[in-house]
């Protein structure tokens, strides 16, 4: 279809723009803008100083979209996030006020450090794309995308994320160190100016929302649709996990796998896709009850133990 295929140079560009910032991630980036154009949300696990910052600006203004950063502390507020109403004496009415969430690209900063009760003002925002203010709903802007980071390794004045929220995140993953010559090359392409203010827009608001309906026609069929439900389950079956993966991780992955086969150049997807991007949409969800397994393990368990459609065992 001609559609896809200008909707698959499209991200293309878009891609080699994001590496004009991020340098050696392609496989990251390639799963970060598969998450946007699946609608969903990401949740970036890793320790200071890798560039989770830079990806979320750099997104923003690739996208020409609106960018606001929320760093989460103890004492944020749901109505920091939210906005609220605001009393006019010269009106004598309230009116509302929208808060940084009312953004294309929002970036949670550290989302663990927020309390459970702030944590909580995400939630609607993150499954309905609106904002409920006094019994108001107030859409949020298209595309929206809420891309979240915490460390793995500071537990310190923390919260941890409850499971109905690490539900609605698409995807989790991390960026990980650069090797010593990405290293060298980050310093060197920063001495003048950091790459993200060089940086310049390839696409707008709109041609992203255009692309995220594209990516619904890619065609997935109904075997890889039962490949997706059948991994799920094996998770919520498997005998080291008290929460497996939920019917929403398995109608995301499907979905995300549509956005990965589109961003490949596909009108298809791939049993291979599915298998690819289950330890990314099934990692963050899964409780293990044992010390002896990790849900890495688990994942690679039931990878193994599902019968892929198409291919004998």
Same mark, same amino acid.
Request: glycine content about 4%; charged content about 20%; proline content about 13%.
């Given at each position: 279809m001609k559609a896809l295929t200008r909707v698959h140079a499209g991200i293309d560009v878009l891609l080699r723009n994001l590496e004009e910032v991020i340098v050696g991630k392609r496989a990251v980036l390639e799963l970060a803008v598969s998450t946007l154009l699946a609608e969903g949300h990401l949740l970036i696990r890793d320790v200071p100083g890798v560039g989770k910052t830079v990806l979320a600006r750099a997104l923003a203004v690739s996208t020409g979209g609106t960018f606001k950063r929320i760093q989460c502390t103890p004492d944020l507020l749901p109505s920091d996030i939210t906005g609220g109403l605001v009393y006019e004496a010269g009106r004598g009415a309230l009116r509302f006020v929208p808060g940084p969430l009312f953004a294309h690209v929002v970036l949670?900063? $550290?989302?663990? +450090? /927020?309390?459970?009760?702030?944590? /909580? /003002?995400?939630? *609607? /925002? @993150?499954? $309905?794309?609106?904002?409920?203010? *006094?019994?108001?709903?107030?859409?949020?802007?298209?595309?929206?995308?809420? @891309?979240?980071?915490?460390?793995?390794? *500071?537990?310190?004045?923390?919260?941890?994320?409850? *499971?109905?929220?690490?539900? +609605?995140?698409?995807v989790s993953t991390s960026l990980g160190y650069p090797s010593a010559a990405e290293e060298v090359e980050i310093i060197e392409r920063a001495e003048l100016t950091p790459p993200i203010d060089r940086l310049t827009a390839v696409c707008d608001a709109d041609t992203v929302s255009e692309m995220q309906t594209l990516v619904r026609r890619v065609r997935l069929d109904r075997s890889l649709l039962a490949y997706a439900v059948d991994l799920a389950a094996a998770t919520r079956a498997h005998p080291a996990v008290d929460l497996g993966a939920s019917p929403r991780a398995s109608q995301g992955l499907t979905h995300l796998a549509q956005a990965w086969a589109l961003l490949h150049g596909r009108e298809f997807v791939l049993p291979d896709d599915i298998k690819r991007l289950a330890p990314a949409v099934f990692g963050h969800r899964l409780l293990v009850r044992t010390r002896s397994a990790d849900a890495t393990a688990v994942i690679d368990d039931v990878l193994a133990g599902v019968p892929i459609p198409g291919v004998p065992r």
């Open positions: 949670a900063d $550290e989302l663990n +450090r /927020a309390t459970p009760r702030t944590q /909580a /003002a995400f939630l *609607e /925002a @993150m499954d $309905e794309r609106q904002v409920t203010i *006094e019994g108001t709903p107030h859409p949020l802007p298209k595309p929206f995308f809420l @891309m979240a980071t915490s460390n793995p390794l *500071e537990q310190f004045g923390t919260y941890p994320l409850p *499971e109905g929220q690490l539900d +609605r995140f698409l």
